[in-house]
């Protein structure tokens, strides 16, 4: 079986943090990849595992590979439910109320109830049972059959067994009467005898047959009553015919010979058509319910205990429910057995031997197994081995059923299903494996802009980032600045809140760390040259009253690092949610407001390039719009990444919906800080956020019909958010005078 590659995803990674630390991780790589394969080899093995194992398991005699099938086998006959009994097979039960009811009403008038008699008591007197099996005949019956062993003498006297003697004399042909192989516990051990009747009933070519059932390692009953025998010593076999078999015999009835050992039911307890034994005594019930006893013509009627006192109840493979199992009576499961040979529906092994039965199994599994490799992920292989586990399982219910054949279903369906699991917990293993190797060299190399845009980005891997920030809570800055919590993080810098310890009260500041991409020694000059130079640039910019004040800057551990003022407010997204609309005097009050302190940036020679909502901050002390995050760690870090890449371009830094195509695309302009402006305008008069807006076949926003604002104003805004950057306001001074041109002439 071929070997699964290492995902790339890990390869990126580990590629990523190699970079990162500028430190040889060869080592580590080689032995994550090599990690990676063991695992996947192990999943192979355990499929041939589970295949070559299922195998030994459906050739050997162990018992749990016999109960699993007996299960698989009760299922199927809880999924095909009960079949329509066109058999004509009758049970006449002697159940509860045979046993009861003609009781009552003999003690309370004998003389009145006097046919009632024989049925006076339980054992009833055989008396009763010559009387049935004399009108059943006389009614039509094609044989009758007493599942009762008449071993012993009556306990109603010789003159009792005269009256069953002298029926079976007229009628014996036509009757069939029950031994049974009992078996007894001495003092010398236990063994087992046949106990047939007494030699006075077996006259009238009376059929005899064995009712004992072998049960199987489920506890249920599986097979034909003429499989019993076969359980026992050869000298303790008496040659003598199973029950069913006499029965067929005594109603002349020719079946062919049963391909298989193994009754197929018709049904669960209930199946058959059960009639009260005392109906055939009782007048009424004899001549209206059973018409005289025509519902007994040409039937084969089987006598048997029903009642639970009879003690002759039985677990079996049909069941109405698989999770509740039910018991059978053993006069029910007869009828089932003599169904089975009538129809030559005898459920065979489709296998006979052991070794191709294993060998089967082995080629079914192995099979599947192969079909499973093909599978790259964890959880579609295993989807694929419950697949085929069920399609097996479905094509052996269709041959049990309709062919009455039995192939090894239970094992080879775990065995399928199992590779599948063995695969999942596999794959589970080595996602454990990656991530804890990951984890490893992301803890070491935590600080590095590289491996954090990894764990920003990662659901499962975030949590290092919370630990990274409760690590760096309390640490010291320059000596002065003690970091209160992680304000916020990106691919090239953090952000934190922090205390000045070395002014009155302890005012709070916010510092912007920078993360160089690399900290080889050239690298390193060229940052500390381009931070000092845009430093110097925010500190220039920090003199407008609505630009955060520069306090310090410095470089500590080759890192380098922005104090700004730290401004008491709330975010113009606060203001601005989206679905509700502002109206045109406010929206142009912000838009001009952010424009008088973007004219002031682009004097200095600064492009912002992440204008938006929530970079603006409206002061509680003045209600001022302050314009915040400016992009000094933005321009070091992207001019270090051009001169590394080589190229002409900066990389595109901005917000969806804010930042226009050609910042973008890495060619920012001062028109694409007053595109961002205008968008915010647009936005506030919409409620609808940018990136949501529909554009035309040009390019252009179609915005103006979801607003309500003035013709003046909405031209202004049009322009300031143009698809071609060149057609926009060049600069912020000429976007403000347009727009003071419209308050002068309002």
């Not at 430190?23 to 994550?32: E, V």
């Not at 915010?680 to 915005?703: F, Q, S, V, Y």
Request: charged share 20%.
């Amino acid at each position: 079986m071929a070997e699964e590659p290492t995902p790339t995803l890990t390869k990126k990674y580990v590629s990523a943090a190699n970079r990162a630390s500028n430190k040889p991780t060869k080592p580590t790589s080689t032995r994550l990849a090599r990690s990676l394969k063991l695992m996947a080899r192990l999943g192979h093995l355990l499929n041939v595992t589970s295949a070559i194992g299922a195998a030994l398991v459906a050739a050997s005699s162990l018992e749990l590979a016999q109960f699993m099938e007996g299960q698989a086998q009760t299922l199927f006959y809880v999924l095909r439910g009960p079949l329509a009994t066109t058999i004509d097979i009758v049970i006449l039960g002697i159940d509860d109320q045979s046993i009861s009811v003609p009781a009552q009403y003999y003690k309370t008038n004998p003389q009145k109830y006097a046919y009632w008699e024989p049925l006076k008591a339980f054992p009833f007197k055989r008396e009763a049972y010559a009387q049935v099996t004399e009108k059943l005949i006389q009614a039509g019956a094609r044989s009758v059959a007493l599942d009762v062993v008449f071993d012993t003498p009556s306990s109603y006297g010789s003159f009792d067994d005269e009256k069953l003697r002298q029926s079976l004399q007229r009628y014996g042909s036509q009757v069939s009467l029950a031994a049974l192989y009992e078996s007894s516990q001495t003092h010398q051990g236990s063994f087992t005898q046949l106990k047939l009747p007494q030699p006075m009933f077996r006259t009238g070519n009376v059929s005899i047959g064995t009712v004992n059932f072998p049960i199987d390692v489920d506890g249920k009953v599986h097979r034909l009553a003429s499989e019993f025998p076969k359980l026992l010593d050869d000298s303790l076999i008496v040659k003598i015919p199973s029950f069913d078999e006499g029965v067929l015999k005594a109603a002349q009835v020719n079946y062919p010979q049963p391909k298989g050992n193994q009754i197929y039911f018709s049904g669960p307890a209930g199946t058959f058509e059960v009639i009260p034994f005392w109906y055939v005594l009782d007048p009424e019930n004899w001549n209206t319910y059973l018409q005289q006893g025509k519902v007994f013509k040409d039937k084969i009627v089987l006598v048997g205990g029903t009642s639970q006192l009879g003690n002759d109840y039985h677990p079996v493979a049909a069941h109405r429910s698989w999770l509740f199992p039910e018991q059978m009576s053993g006069v029910e499961i007869h009828a089932n057995a003599i169904a089975t040979l009538m129809t030559g529906r005898a459920i065979a092994p489709a296998i006979s031997t052991s070794l191709a039965r294993g060998l089967f199994v082995l080629g079914l599994v192995g099979g599947c197994g192969l079909i499973v490799t093909t599978i790259k992920q964890g959880i579609i292989r295993l989807c694929v081995s419950f697949a085929l586990a069920i399609t097996w399982g479905a094509v052996s219910y269709v041959l049990f059923i309709y062919g009455q054949l039995i192939f090894p279903t239970a094992v080879p369906v775990v065995a399928i299903v199992t590779i599948g699991f063995c695969y999942l917990g596999t794959e589970v293993a080595r996602e454990i494996l990656r991530k804890s190797q990951l984890v490893d060299i992301f803890q070491k190399y935590a600080s590095n802009h590289v491996v954090r845009e990894i764990l920003s980005q990662q659901d499962d891997l975030k949590d290092l980032l919370q630990q990274r920030e409760m690590a760096i809570s309390g640490k010291v800055l320059d000596g002065r600045y003690k970091i209160v919590k992680v304000l916020g993080s990106g691919g090239f810098s953090e952000t934190y809140i922090a205390e000045d310890t070395r002014l009155p009260n302890n005012p709070l500041c916010v510092v912007k760390q920078l993360k160089p991409a690399h900290n080889q020694l050239e690298e390193l000059i060229v940052a500390r040259r381009l931070f000092n130079s845009e430093a110097q640039t925010l500190q220039k910019l920090g003199t407008h009253n609505q630009i955060p004040q520069l306090l310090a800057y410095f470089e500590e551990e080759e890192e380098f690092y922005l104090v700004q003022e730290y401004i008491l407010g709330h975010a113009l997204s606060q203001e601005l949610p989206t679905g509700k609309r502002i109206n045109e005097t406010t929206v142009m009050e912000i838009v001009r407001d952010l424009l008088q302190t973007l004219a002031f940036v682009h004097q200095n020679g600064v492009i912002h390039r992440d204008i938006k909502p929530s970079n603006i901050i409206r002061r509680d002390s003045d209600g001022k719009l302050v314009l915040i995050d400016f992009g000094a760690v933005k321009e070091v870090t992207t001019q270090l990444l051009d001169n590394q890449e080589q190229t002409a371009f900066t990389i595109g830094i901005g917000t969806k919906g804010y930042a226009p195509s050609e910042q973008c695309f890495g060619r920012p302009q001062y028109s694409s800080d007053i595109y961002a402006v205008g968008m915010i305008g647009i936005k506030a008069l919409t409620g609808i956020a940018p990136h949501e807006i529909e554009t035309d076949a040009n390019g252009e926003l179609k915005w103006l019909d979801k607003a309500n604002v003035s013709h003046p104003s909405a031209s202004i805004l049009s322009k300031m958010v143009l698809e071609n950057w060149q057609q926009r306001y060049q600069s912020a001074s000429l976007a403000l005078e347009a727009l003071d041109g419209i308050i002068r002439n309002s």
